[in-house]
């Protein structure tokens, strides 16, 4: 494995802080929960006083992971006089929602980056960055590893969650022998493979199953460009299921589709776009998301634009 950081910066840091900010990316997902939540019970474990920030509530299939309820929305909690400030698979500040609130952090409170997304802005003080690692939290394991610390079941079961998630269960791109190794390892240390595969991988409410449905009706293929396409508009979502419907719905299109890359867009408040680009093909879809101010993973990456989806021939589109 390729590492390009050193991490006894990280550890230098944190072995220095008592009072610890964690943040997350919006609309957090599998990777984004597990390795910040790995991170929170790590700091609860060595006395460390930690408070975690994501914009967006916690996914409820994702509340058996240890510290999930520790999560909070509530950007007061900026206000605190942190020691240190830790962020989570995010490529770019803009990611969390809160850059204002992190850039106007005391100049004494540094931040660390824990991130694995092949665009990187190298945000932090500290880039714990591994592009090579299957996610945010096989690098942060990577890290306790390092510094010998105590992995816990908690920790562990954490940890594989985010691993298993941005894998999709060791069966995309992502999934290599460090990831099995890692994966490996945390199953010896007690994480509870059954738990995550059951609550993450496999129970999926009504609601997400009807939007799927939808979102299959409208599939069109380009032939010329290879590239599948849908569209989700607000009024196809439940009132607060607009997150955690299409939570995977992006890899199961991406995984059953015969076509190079697949394209999902989400209509949101405020005329703003989401799109997700999952590619079969080889195709660097990070770098088109990159061009539309998104970023992300070669075979999987996102973006947001202002706009309205419009239906073409062969092609669903932003106008």
Not at 67 to 77: I, P, R, W, Y
Request: with cysteine; glycine share 8%.
């Amino acid at each position: 494995m390729d590492i390009r950081f050193s991490f006894d910066s990280a550890r230098e840091a944190l072995a220095r802080a008592k009072k610890i900010l964690a943040v997350t990316h919006q609309r957090p997902d599998g990777d984004a929960l597990g390795s910040s939540s790995a991170f929170v019970n790590y700091c609860l474990e060595q006395g460390i006083e930690v408070a975690v920030y994501c914009a967006d509530p916690v996914p409820e299939k994702y509340s058996f992971l240890a510290g999930a309820e520790k999560f909070t929305t509530d950007t007061s909690v900026f206000a605190a006089d942190h020691d240190l400030c830790v962020v989570f698979d995010c490529g770019g500040l803009n990611q969390t929602g809160v850059v204002d609130l992190i850039a106007s952090r005391p100049a004494r409170t540094r931040l660390i980056g824990f991130d694995h997304h092949l665009v990187n802005d190298r945000y932090g003080d500290i880039n714990v960055v591994d592009p090579q690692a299957s996610s945010a939290s096989e690098v942060f394991y990577r890290f306790l590893r390092h510094i010998n610390a105590e992995i816990s079941e908690d920790i562990a079961t954490c940890l594989l969650t985010g691993i298993y998630y941005d894998t999709t269960a060791f069966s995309n791109s992502a999934t290599n022998r460090s990831a099995l190794e890692a994966a490996s390892d945390l199953l010896r240390r007690g994480a509870d493979a059954n738990l995550i595969t059951e609550r993450v991988f496999r129970s999926r409410p009504l609601s997400s199953l009807r939007l799927y449905g939808t979102a299959m009706a409208r599939l069109k293929h380009d032939k010329r460009l290879d590239i599948a396409s849908t569209a989700l508009f607000l009024s196809d979502f439940e009132p607060g299921k607009a997150q955690e419907a299409t939570d995977d719905l992006y890899n199961l299109l991406g995984s059953i589709l015969d076509a190079g890359v697949v394209l999902v867009l989400k209509e949101g408040p405020g005329g703003q776009v989401r799109g997700s680009f999952r590619a079969a093909a080889d195709v660097d879809v990070s770098s088109v998301a990159k061009a539309l101010g998104g970023g992300g993973h070669r075979k999987a990456a996102g973006f947001s634009v202002p706009g309205k989806i419009c239906e073409g021939e062969n092609c669903w589109r932003v106008e």
